[in-house]
Structures are given as C-alpha cells and as structure tokens.
C-alpha cells in the first residue's frame, strides 16, 4: 500500500481569502476514508455470504449491513461537501434507510437480507441507505475523476431498481453485487494511496458560510 506522506498545513490562497489547515482537518479526512474502507470490507463479505445462504448467513450477512451503514455514518459525518443541502440530503437519506432497516429488522418474517430479497419492496426504505452511497460515489465521481466511482455511480441503481422492478434474473443480480463489491475496494484503495489535502477542498468555502453578512 502506497504510504501518503503528511502534507503541508498551508497557508493556501483560496476563493475567499488564504486559509490554513489543522491537524484536526487531516483527522476527519482520514475517518472519512475509514469509514469507507469498512463499508466496502462488509459489503464484500456479505456479498461472498450471499452465494452460500443459510440461517447463519443471512444472520452474518445482517451484521454486515449493519456495520456498513454505522460506517457510511461516519463517512457521511466527516465528508467535505460545498453544498449544505446535498450534505444534508445524504446524511437525511442514511438516516431514513438506517431506520426503515431496523424496522423491517424487528417486523419482518426472517432476515432483513431474506426479507429484502423475498419482498423487493422493502427497498422503498432500505434503499435510501444505498442512495446515500451513490451520492458519495457521485461526489468522487465529480471532484475526482475516479473510474471506479464514476462506474458505481449508476451501477448501484441499476442493480437496486432492477431488483425492485423485479427486471434481473437472480444470475445477474448476483454478478451486478459481485461487480460492485470489486469496485467498491478498488474505490477505497484508490483514496487510500492519495493525499488527504484534495479530500479537504477549498477550506476558505466553508469559513465563508459561517462568516456574518452585512
């Protein structure tokens, strides 16, 4: 793994006015990226799970997307988004999907993996979670360029919708996770190899927002 060396602190010139950065901007970007990381790691067991179903599985496989969407919290609490409102959005939809989760959890006939697979329309709340990682693959996709989040961006709806539709044979559902499981680790070995200062952005834009106007 590519060691990322500890960048320079500033100061910079930014949009509105020269900034520094803190130790503790390093910090949230590297918890943004672990979160990410343990994400993908459970998205990839689960999805190795899902090949070989069984009680204790589906169970394991619960766990997983549990751990998933506590880590995607934490991502979506440590991500530096310019706009307030998709920032909010993101955060509105994990919140949504992490309660529509636990609900179906308590209420449903087995599983919530089972359930979501034999009752496609549990996706109307347990979808909003996946939502919010499709806004953060989009945001890489943007700011970055990535080929992998630009590829997940639009895999992760059509495997969702195709799904909810009931539109895909269970074969290429699996193959569609199996792809998006890959590329979610390509994803987070790619941000782990760059430098932390790209992930900050341009700090002058969010000491702006909270500077009073006239």
Excluded at 71 to 85: E, Q, W
Excluded at 177 to 199: C, E, I, R, S
């Amino acid at each position: 793994m590519t060691i990322v060396p500890e960048p320079h602190l500033g100061p910079f010139m930014g949009q509105f006015g020269p900034y520094s950065l803190t130790p503790q901007d390093l910090q949230g970007v590297r918890l943004y990226r672990l979160g990410l990381g343990l994400a993908a790691l459970a998205l990839a067991i689960a999805t190795g799970l899902s090949f070989a179903p069984s009680p204790a599985h589906l169970a394991a496989i619960d766990l997983c997307y549990g751990l998933g969407w506590l880590a995607l919290g934490l991502s979506l609490a440590t991500i530096h988004i310019y706009m307030v409102s998709l920032h909010r959005l993101l955060q509105g939809f994990w919140l949504v999907g992490g309660v529509a989760s636990l609900a179906l959890a308590y209420t449903g006939p087995g599983s919530l993996a089972q359930t979501v697979v034999d009752h496609p329309q549990a996706l109307w709340g347990v979808g909003f979670s996946f939502a919010a990682l499709t806004g953060i693959y989009l945001k890489e996709a943007f700011c970055f360029d990535h080929f992998t989040s630009k590829l997940l961006t639009p895999l992760v709806p059509l495997l969702l919708l195709g799904h909810l539709w009931g539109l895909l044979p269970t074969p290429v559902e699996q193959g569609l996770l199996t792809l998006w499981a890959g590329l979610f680790l390509l994803f987070v070995g790619g941000k782990l190899g760059q430098p932390l200062v790209p992930d900050i952005g341009d700090k002058s834009v969010f000491t702006a927002r909270h500077r009073p106007r006239d």
